[in-house]
C-alpha cells in the first residue's frame, strides 16, 4: 500500500524532472532558483529584498547572490527604498520581464499537458486537493512557511 509520504515523494520527483535543469531563454542560462526569484518580484510591486528572501525561504546571503547574478543578467534591478536607504528594493528590468513570461508560458504549457491527461473533474479535483494541502501546511507547525503579502 503506498503511504502519503511515498505518494508525495513520487509527484515531487516527476514534477522536478520538468524542473531539474535550468532553461535557456534568449541565450541566458535561467536555474530553478532564478526563475522563483523572478516570479515573486514580477508579481509584486517594487518588494524588499528581505520580503522576497522570506517569500522563497531563502537566507539573505544565498538571496544577494543570486540577485548580483541577476543584476549581472540584466535581468533585475536593485534600488535603495526613499524612505530608508537601507532597503533595497527589486524590480524587473524589460529582459527580466520577458524572461519571466518565457518561463512562465513554459511552465503553463508544461502544467496544460499534464493536465491533459485528466477528465475536467479530476482536474478540477487536483487543483482543489493542492490547495487545501497548501492551507494545511500554512497552518502546520514543522512546515516551512514562506511569507505571503
Same mark, same amino acid.
Given at each position: 500500500?503506498? $503511504?502519503?509520504?511515498? $505518494?508525495?515523494? @513520487?509527484?515531487?520527483?516527476?514534477? #522536478?524532472?520538468?524542473?531539474?535543469?535550468?532553461?535557456?531563454? #534568449?541565450?541566458?542560462?535561467?536555474?530553478?532558483?532564478? /526563475?522563483?526569484?523572478?516570479?515573486?518580484? &514580477?508579481?509584486?510591486?517594487?518588494?524588499?529584498?528581505?520580503?522576497?528572501?522570506? @517569500? !522563497? #525561504?531563502?537566507?539573505? /546571503?544565498?538571496?544577494?547572490?543570486?540577485?548580483? $547574478? !541577476?543584476?549581472?543578467?540584466? !535581468?533585475?534591478?536593485? @534600488?535603495?527604498?526613499?524612505? &530608508?536607504?537601507?532597503?533595497?528594493?527589486?524590480?524587473?528590468?524589460?529582459? #527580466?520581464?520577458?524572461?519571466?513570461? $518565457?518561463?512562465?508560458? /513554459?511552465?503553463?504549457?508544461?502544467? &496544460?499537458?499534464?493536465?491533459?491527461?485528466? /477528465?475536467?473533474?479530476?482536474?478540477?479535483?487536483? !487543483?482543489?486537493?493542492?490547495?487545501?494541502?497548501?492551507?494545511?501546511?500554512?497552518?502546520? @507547525?514543522?512546515?516551512?512557511?514562506?511569507?505571503?503579502?
Amino acid at each position: 500500500m503506498e $503511504t502519503k509520504r511515498d $505518494t508525495f515523494q @513520487t509527484m515531487m520527483k516527476r514534477f #522536478g524532472l520538468l524542473n531539474k535543469n535550468s532553461c535557456m531563454v #534568449g541565450g541566458l542560462e535561467i536555474t530553478l532558483v532564478q /526563475s522563483h526569484i523572478l516570479y515573486e518580484i &514580477d508579481k509584486r510591486e517594487e518588494p524588499s529584498m528581505q520580503e522576497v528572501a522570506e @517569500t !522563497l #525561504g531563502i537566507d539573505i /546571503s544565498t538571496f544577494s547572490r543570486q540577485i548580483q $547574478t !541577476l543584476i549581472k543578467m540584466k !535581468l533585475v534591478r536593485k @534600488t535603495p527604498s526613499s524612505q &530608508d536607504k537601507r532597503i533595497y528594493l527589486l524590480s524587473l528590468t524589460t529582459e #527580466g520581464k520577458f524572461v519571466a513570461a $518565457t518561463v512562465e508560458e /513554459s511552465m503553463e504549457q508544461h502544467l &496544460d499537458e499534464i493536465f491533459s491527461h485528466m /477528465s475536467e473533474f479530476e482536474q478540477e479535483t487536483v !487543483l482543489h486537493s493542492m490547495k487545501v494541502l497548501n492551507e494545511a501546511m500554512a497552518k502546520s @507547525t514543522v512546515c516551512c512557511k514562506p511569507i505571503y503579502k
